[in-house]
């Protein structure tokens, strides 16, 4: 299992930004797919999650802090999850982590897969 | 929303010996819960689900108990490359998904 983030970068408050999560090396369209953050000297905080719910199409979740701003979906075709995120604050400066869930064809939770990070700088 | 509270923020100890990390939470989360393990620059490592589950090759010096509001996490014996930040998280009511606030573990 890879799973690689890209599109952080320095933005300014009130700006916008879209990571990227391109996945490999294992069946993409059957897991849920999660963004997790870590601000610096803080704990760990989910983000959102989206998994695929048949013909009615992928269901989506947020934290209260990014609903309204921030938009997760994904690419099945291209095995890639996205975030975009508008409407930056300070606050939301952190390494985001693209996280597989653990059990396929499930709501599950529990991140056994991670990527390495990208670092969004609101400044 | 479950809030899970970490204790102690801090855990000072040596190489060999017994860690025990604890983790509550504010309701009920049956044995709904993961520990994860964070080395700075890296990203969470999953070691325990479903309270007392090992993830995949995770060493068995690390074991999981608890169930309900009360949950710990214990390393046998602590190896050098253990020394990191500890997060518990519960996945029985979300969203939120929510994570406790960490137990470093730090050498003495």
């Known amino acids: 299992v890879q799973l690689v983030e890209s599109g952080g970068g320095l933005v300014q408050p009130g700006g916008s930004l879209r990571l990227s999560c391109a996945a490999s090396g294992f069946t993409f369209n059957i897991y849920m797919m999660n963004w997790v953050r870590h601000r610096p000297g803080k704990g760990l905080e989910w983000v959102s999650g989206i998994v695929m719910s048949g013909v009615s199409g992928p269901s989506t979740y947020y934290a209260d802090s990014v609903k309204g701003r921030f938009t997760i979906s994904r690419d099945d075709s291209k095995n890639s999850l996205y975030l975009q995120m508008s409407s930056l604050r300070a606050e939301d400066t952190a390494t985001y982590y693209c996280a597989k869930s653990k059990v396929a064809s499930s709501r599950d939770m529990v991140f056994d897969d991670w990527g390495q990070g990208t670092l969004v700088t609101v400044s | 929303e479950v809030v899970l509270t970490q204790s102690p923020a801090t855990l000072s100890l040596s190489p060999g010996e017994r860690a025990t990390l604890s983790c509550r939470a504010s309701?009920?989360?049956?044995?709904?819960l993961a520990w994860y393990q964070q080395k700075p620059g890296q990203p969470p490592k999953l070691l325990i689900y479903d309270a007392s589950n090992r993830a995949t090759g995770i060493p068995a010096r690390f074991s999981g108990s608890g169930s309900g509001t009360d949950f710990t996490l214990t390393i046998s014996s602590l190896e050098p490359e253990d020394f990191a930040v500890y997060y518990c998280q519960q996945r029985v009511t979300w969203p939120p998904l929510s994570f406790g606030g960490g137990t470093k573990v730090e050498i003495k």
């Open positions: 309701q009920s989360v049956n044995n709904y």
